[in-house]
């Protein structure tokens, strides 16, 4: 049998933005095929399903996030490495006409399948582990409001994270939005 041959990285992304726009339950094969230009045998015979597809579309967007947000986290100021992440994820909602895959796929998932599930929580848990990082680096540093504690922060952060990622694109005011994320790193940095 011949193995398919195509850019795996080009066609998880166009099927990123199908799951995004239509979810996976309003996602056909036939969608899949149009959005990435290959025909579903070569798409069963790649990823064995969908669900397949939306694993390995899921998994290969959480790496690309992941490797983006750490380049904000390598900032000398742990409190600016924060705000850069904050403010890409605006700027990444005020761009897209559809949901974040992460935030779509748990409305769509996080309750019934197990696989999903976990391949959903170790980059939040990973995230939060990294942010709370940064506040006590923060903290180390006497860059962090008197009282702050990271590990609660790092919560309140994570939440606000998720809750822009699931924002609806018709919803994203963009000088609100950056004026939201401006003010919750004021709300947790010393006064100069």
């Known amino acids: 049998m011949r193995t398919a041959e195509f850019d795996r990285q080009q066609v998880l992304e166009a099927a990123m933005d199908v799951f995004c726009q239509k979810g996976y339950a309003n996602t056909t094969m036939q969608d899949l095929k149009l959005a990435t230009g290959l025909h579903p045998g070569s798409l069963y015979c790649a990823f064995k399903n969908k669900r397949g597809v939306l694993l390995a579309a899921l998994t290969q967007f959480i790496e690309s996030r992941w490797q983006q947000s750490q380049v904000c986290f390598e900032s000398g100021d742990p409190l600016e490495g924060i705000h850069q992440y904050l403010r890409q994820l605006v700027a990444k909602l ?9 935030s779509r796929t748990v409305a769509d998932f996080s309750a019934v399948d197990e696989d999903i599930r976990e391949t959903l929580s170790e980059p939040w848990q990973q995230l939060l582990v990294r942010i709370e990082q940064q506040l006590q680096l923060a903290q180390t540093q006497g860059l962090l409001r008197q009282g702050v504690m990271p590990a609660e922060a790092a919560w309140v952060l994570l939440v606000n994270i998720f809750g822009l990622r699931s924002l609806p694109s018709f919803m994203a005011d963009e000088k609100s939005l950056y004026a939201c994320v401006d003010l919750q790193i004021q709300l947790i940095r010393e006064p100069q």
């Open 94 to 102: 005020c761009l897209s006409q559809s949901h974040c895959l992460l």
